[in-house]
């Protein structure tokens, strides 16, 4: 009996031996300090050079090789776009099973040095489930805001007042440094100096990790921040030149902006501090002519125009962050972003031969009638983020991390809309007055884990709670007096849990990641007029599982060929809902559907990714998107508002 406890105690001992033999390290970028996520380690027999195994770095740019049999090994890091660095001689022994190579450097190459985007000599890196862009490399947007770096990018557009696009749709998510905001994209991009972005990421399938809105996927924007200890120090002055076409505006447009990040870092510290003013007006004109076909009433109505319509834009923001490392495992990081963005868009239009026409097609003018409009509508979209995260890194290299997000979003603003005489301006026959007021406080609290189980694969693990407070304060008056049917208050409250499975591994020429989310969201939505009827509340709420996967092959050393799917939400908005018509200008009114329901999206994209001489690459990619509860905009004639077009959002 004695004799087997020994045997017993001696299997349990060289048992955990083995299993604790292991080889880890952290890969980063040389030149900055940053981790190399995705970044390949792969270990070889110092004797003959066969392969081991290979493993992925996580987000923090650790790798750990795990059940490791003694021996003597090398081990090679590389990256798509840096060259690869070989540490050799690594010995695994019952003495020393553990051997921990500190943090490994890589370097830029050759191969991936830059590349051609839309004209633009540009540095990106394809990892398996993102395209990381070097936004130093776009001269064209050195000055601006982070609008004019992502119009550089591929499958992204910019329309001429600074919509933008992802793969057609305006549904995408925006991330500042991995944060998720809820405001509108334009309104956020517009106040990022271009100068203060490091990195930005393009994530076209994301995986079950992040948040499954945006039918486009997401940009996440990285800035800069120290990557040596000492300070560090950058202002930049932009000027408007050459001078844009007047269009023989009121005024002159103005074009101009100064923008300051000062960093400052020691081996625990890490501070960075900026702020930004910009001004960056557009001039325009408007040329030409609506007509509205009334087949009730057989006639139809022509409003032909002229006139000036252009945009005085005005931004200013601060930002700070706090990072303090004590020690090799904990991390506390406090960040602040705010900024305030007012555009003007100001309309003063000739309407010089507005008629009906009745019946259709005869020439039988019913009334000519021309007047002045002068159209002056304010949008503002100030925000504020801040955030406090945590981390713990473990002796097994597994890692747990929290984060506290708040947010604060205001978007709308007043329109004046004065219809007055052609010629004398003193006439007055109508006074419009509209503003809409979209207050959003955002709560969202995580809690992840990342750790490697399994030889093939680092897991992660994580837990949500979001909540969205989203108010809306419509108010309408016609000739100074309240019009209530045009008043309306709002309220949109959304709470949503969820959590996530992520598994992330290479295998030879394969890498791979697949996961699943589970999503309970409710939501609740009332509105009522500011009219004797009664306040109306509308309910929905859904249990759902958002899964991902993304695979990778890597044919030669010059060619990637991968594949993904993602399955995604695009929510409903306070604008989307109200369902009480809000008039925008003469033309045209605007009205929601409160029992409106988000869409959902299935996304699978297929691509290639081939290393050109000269240190360019090529990339082309096909995806295929299939929508449900489709969101479109119908236009409908509007008989009782006097031929005024209704633009209806329905699914």
Do not use: C
Not at 73 to 101: V, W
Not at 236 to 256: C, H
Not at 482 to 509: C, D, M, W
């Amino acid at each position: 009996m004695y004799s087997k406890s020994i045997f017993v105690m001696a299997v349990l001992f060289f048992g955990v031996q083995a299993l604790t033999a292991q080889i880890s390290g952290k890969i980063i970028d040389a030149s900055d300090g940053s981790p190399l996520e995705y970044a390949t380690a792969a270990l070889y027999k110092q004797a003959n050079g066969d392969l081991v195994t290979g493993v992925v770095t996580s987000v923090d740019g650790s790798f750990i090789i795990e059940r490791v049999k003694p021996g003597t090994y090398y081990l090679e890091a590389s990256f798509m776009g840096y060259d690869t660095k070989t540490i050799s001689n690594i010995s695994i022994d019952k003495k020393q099973p553990k051997q921990d190579l500190s943090v490994v450097g890589l370097t830029y190459g050759n191969q991936l040095e830059e590349v051609v985007v839309q004209g633009q000599r540009a540095t990106v890196l394809h990892k398996i489930d993102r395209q990381v862009y070097d936004s130093k490399k776009f001269q064209n947007s050195q000055g601006g805001n982070a609008i004019d770096v992502v119009r550089n990018l591929p499958s992204v557009t910019v329309d001429v007042q600074g919509g933008i696009s992802v793969r057609g749709s305006q549904g995408f998510a925006v991330l500042i440094n991995g944060k998720p905001t809820q405001g509108d994209a334009s309104a956020i991009l517009a106040q990022l100096p271009a100068n203060a972005l490091e990195t930005v990421e393009l994530i076209t399938a994301p995986s079950a990790k992040y948040d499954p809105e945006g039918k486009g996927g997401i940009l996440n924007i990285i800035t800069k921040k120290g990557a040596t200890n000492g300070v560090f120090t950058q202002i930049n002055v932009r000027g408007g030149l050459p001078s844009i076409e007047p269009y023989d505006t009121k005024v002159a447009a103005q074009r101009y902006g100064i923008d300051a990040t000062l960093n400052r870092r020691t081996d625990k510290w890490n501070l960075s501090f900026g702020t930004s003013y910009q001004r960056n007006d557009k001039t325009g004109r408007r040329e030409g002519e609506v007509f509205v076909i009334n087949q009730a009433e057989n006639k139809q109505t022509f409003l032909p125009s002229d006139g000036e319509r252009s945009f005085d834009d005005i931004s200013y923001n601060g930002r700070f962050s706090v990072d303090f490392t004590p020690n090799d495992s904990d991390t506390y990081s406090l960040g602040f972003y705010a900024g305030k963005h007012t555009v003007d868009r100001l309309a003063d239009i000739d309407y010089y031969d507005n008629h009906a026409i009745s019946p259709i097609g005869s020439g039988n003018r019913e009334y000519t009638f021309q007047y002045y409009n002068h159209n002056l509508r304010t949008r503002k979209g100030d925000f504020a983020l801040g955030s406090f995260d945590y981390a713990h890194k473990f002796t097994n290299d597994s890692r747990l991390s929290t984060s506290l997000l708040y947010e604060y979003t205001f978007l709308g603003g007043p329109t004046y809309n004065d219809n007055l005489g052609l010629n004398d301006r003193n006439i007055v026959y109508q006074q419009e007055y509209n503003t809409n007021d979209n207050p959003l406080n955002g709560y969202r609290v995580n809690l992840d884990y990342q750790f490697r189980p399994f030889s093939f694969g680092m897991l992660e693990t994580g837990y949500q709670y979001r909540n969205i407070d989203h108010t809306g304060e419509f108010v309408y008056e016609r000739d100074g007096a309240l019009v209530p049917e045009f008043s309306s208050n709002i309220s949109l409250e959304r709470t949503i849990h969820s959590g996530y499975a992520q598994l992330t591994g290479a295998s030879n020429k394969w890498d791979y990641a697949g996961g699943v989310r589970l999503e309970s969201m409710d939501r609740t939505y009332s509105e009522e007029l500011r009219t004797a009827d009664p306040e109306q509340t509308y309910k929905y709420d859904f249990v759902k599982l958002f899964p991902s996967a993304s695979l990778q092959y890597t044919v030669s050393d010059r060619t990637k060929i991968k594949a993904a799917y993602s399955k995604r939400v695009e929510r409903t908005t306070t604008l989307k809902m109200n369902s009480f018509a809000e008039r925008e200008h003469s033309e045209v009114f605007e009205q929601g559907d409160n029992q409106l329901r988000p869409e959902f999206i299935d996304l699978v994209e297929l691509g290639v990714t081939k290393n050109l001489k000269g240190g360019n690459s090529l990339s082309a990619t096909a995806y295929y998107r299939h929508v449900d509860n489709v969101i479109n905009r119908v236009n409908t004639l509007a008989y009782e508002a006097n031929g005024a077009v209704l633009d209806s959002i329905i699914n």
